[in-house]
């Protein structure tokens, strides 16, 4: 099941359970300790379930991280490339800085260095921002407020880059003046070509 379907019903419970579930386990015990049993087990079904939805651990876990990301960091539509970003910027911080995104980030940078199965998950999650990214690109471009150029990839990095370095590296905490300012420079980048494919 991809995640842009959406089933309704006793479906859709089972799968905001699972999801749940599975962002609880990596919080608590990393990916490398999460096993389908102990998801099932949260989540109140079976493992079967699991299987017959998702196939892997893997797989479910690739969802649940782009579903939470889908949810928390949506495209938005503000009307101009500024305030777009900023908006970006700040739902960035907001997932990073919550229970669930902290279980991501440790999953996403800790455990990819050594677990194949992680580092496919960071390109999916990735992949799908970029394409997010890229819409707010071609609106902007559509608006005449920058080059059709500009890569997205490079937008959304110029954004985000700031506020990981604090995060992984730096150890600093990051909030909405830490999300502002990496906006107002991506702002900057991407009207002076620097970003530009």
């Given at each position: 099941m991809s995640v842009s379907e959406r089933p309704?019903?006793?479906?859709?419970?089972?799968?905001?359970?699972?999801?749940?579930a599975t962002l609880s386990g990596l919080s608590e015990r990393g990916y490398a300790s999460l096993t389908v049993e102990d998801v099932a087990e949260r989540a109140g079904v079976h493992k079967t379930t699991i299987y017959r939805r998702w196939g892997t651990l893997a797989q479910l876990v690739a969802e649940a991280v782009v579903d939470l990301s889908e949810t928390t960091v949506p495209v938005p539509d503000t009307g101009a490339l500024e305030s777009d970003l900023h908006e970006m910027a700040r739902s960035i911080v907001a997932l990073v800085?919550?229970?669930?995104?902290?279980?991501?980030?440790?999953?996403?940078?800790?455990?990819?260095?050594?677990?194949?199965?992680?580092?496919?998950?960071?390109?999916?999650?990735?992949?799908?921002?970029?394409?997010?990214?890229?819409?707010?690109?071609?609106?902007a471009v559509g608006r005449g407020e920058i080059q059709q150029n500009v890569s997205a990839a490079d937008l959304l990095a110029a954004?985000?880059?700031?506020?990981?370095y604090r995060l992984l590296v730096a150890d600093l905490p990051?909030?909405?003046?830490?999300?502002?300012?990496?906006?107002?420079?991506?702002?900057?980048a991407a009207r002076a070509g620097v970003l530009n494919a």
């Amino acid at each position: 099941m991809s995640v842009s379907e959406r089933p309704g019903g006793r479906s859709a419970r089972v799968r905001e359970a699972v999801f749940a579930a599975t962002l609880s386990g990596l919080s608590e015990r990393g990916y490398a300790s999460l096993t389908v049993e102990d998801v099932a087990e949260r989540a109140g079904v079976h493992k079967t379930t699991i299987y017959r939805r998702w196939g892997t651990l893997a797989q479910l876990v690739a969802e649940a991280v782009v579903d939470l990301s889908e949810t928390t960091v949506p495209v938005p539509d503000t009307g101009a490339l500024e305030s777009d970003l900023h908006e970006m910027a700040r739902s960035i911080v907001a997932l990073v800085t919550s229970e669930s995104g902290r279980a991501i980030v440790a999953a996403l940078f800790s455990d990819a260095v050594r677990t194949p199965e992680v580092a496919a998950i960071k390109r999916e999650f990735y992949a799908g921002r970029y394409a997010l990214a890229d819409v707010v690109v071609q609106r902007a471009v559509g608006r005449g407020e920058i080059q059709q150029n500009v890569s997205a990839a490079d937008l959304l990095a110029a954004i985000a880059a700031p506020i990981y370095y604090r995060l992984l590296v730096a150890d600093l905490p990051v909030d909405r003046a830490v999300a502002d300012r990496a906006a107002a420079a991506a702002l900057v980048a991407a009207r002076a070509g620097v970003l530009n494919a």
